[in-house]
């Protein structure tokens, strides 16, 4: 399989000096964004007790931001197709500070999940045409180290956002963090106004582009292959924290505290993976779009099968978060690559995947684990992501 050199960007854009102030401030806007969808998480029993609900209602505080997310992602360009998308990446990140904010006040579930809905759409805005606003920044050539900055954000709010979320409310308290969050994406909201350059949209916003991007030779299976590796993935990881606790040390099986360490080894590993996945990205985007999703098989199935050493546990799962937060990474490459014409098209389904295999996994997952057990969940999830590998290898071979 070999790399084909970068297609110029229909927009004309070349090399140019890296702007990373804006690169910097599209890494910070993308870590708050992530954090905020995710805090509930941390702080759901506190959530339920001042509201009066119980934590499972006030766990719909993600799903139905994930469900927002699934809608926006393909229909942002359809229903703004003029405005200057660094403009939108600013009304993006306005909208989650407006999310954030009401959030923090809200006295019932009600306006708690209009609120989250609100987050939802500016989340997927943002993610959809961060892409676009990359290839402006970067130009054709140097697109994944660009893309590698808006990852990075994702993954260390997976690392360290909703931690310091937890850690915060203990001094300010549930709302005081939603308030917080408030303040600092406004401040973005700013700084993106300020240091991003002006990115005219593609003038396809239609939804005839999507369907074009699709058939276009190879796109379909790569779609459906992104789609499946990220299902494989979290039908696993969704479901890490079971797995973990079937680990021993000594024949004892671990405590919390051992479970805390080795999902902090998964966030760092993917920290350190998004680094050096973007020094070569760009001239191996289709090799590793087969080599990623092969090796997170391969760990998903080792979590399994050693699950009485701690150590090799340790290493399993520092690699399977090197190989995934990459996957972003490389699939926005790929698509940025392989039809730059469709940059906010290609984004659009992208983050449209994500989204819809986010929710199969939780929904399909839970329902499995229960029925036949967290080895087989396991198993299932490393199969899928073999034939996702197995797609990005065919879709590499049409021209």
Sequence with gaps: M???APVPLASGVGPQPMRYGALLVMMATSFLLVTAEFLPG???TDIAAEIGVTPGQAGQMVTVTALAGLIVAPTIGLMLPRLDRRSLLVWMAVGATVSNIIV????????LLLARVLLGGALSGFWSMSVTVAARIAGPERLGRA??????GTTLATVAGIPLGVLLSQAVDWRGVFGIAAGATAVLAVALRILLPSVPAEGA???SALVETVRRPGMGLGIVGHVLVVLGHFLAYTYIRLALERVQDGGAVIGESTVIVLLALFGVGGFVGNI???MFVDRAYRVLAVIAPLAMAATVLLL???SGSLFAIGAIVLLWGFFFASWLLIVN???GHRMPDRLEAGGSLVVMGFQAAIMTAAAVGGALVDGIGIAQVYTIGAVVLVVGAVLFGLAGRAR
Excluded: D, E, K
Excluded at 104 to 111: E, G, I, K, T
Excluded at 147 to 152: D, E, I, L
């Design 276 to 278: 050096v996945f973007g």
């Design 147 to 152: 893309v590698m900055f808006t990852t990075a």
């Design 205 to 207: 916003a239609r939804l």
């Design 2 to 4: 070999t790399t084909t």
């Design 304 to 306: 399994i099968l050693l």
């Design 104 to 111: 923090a006040v809200a006295p019932s579930l009600p306006l």
């Design 42 to 44: 941390g702080l759901l």
């Design 333 to 335: 490459t790929w698509i």
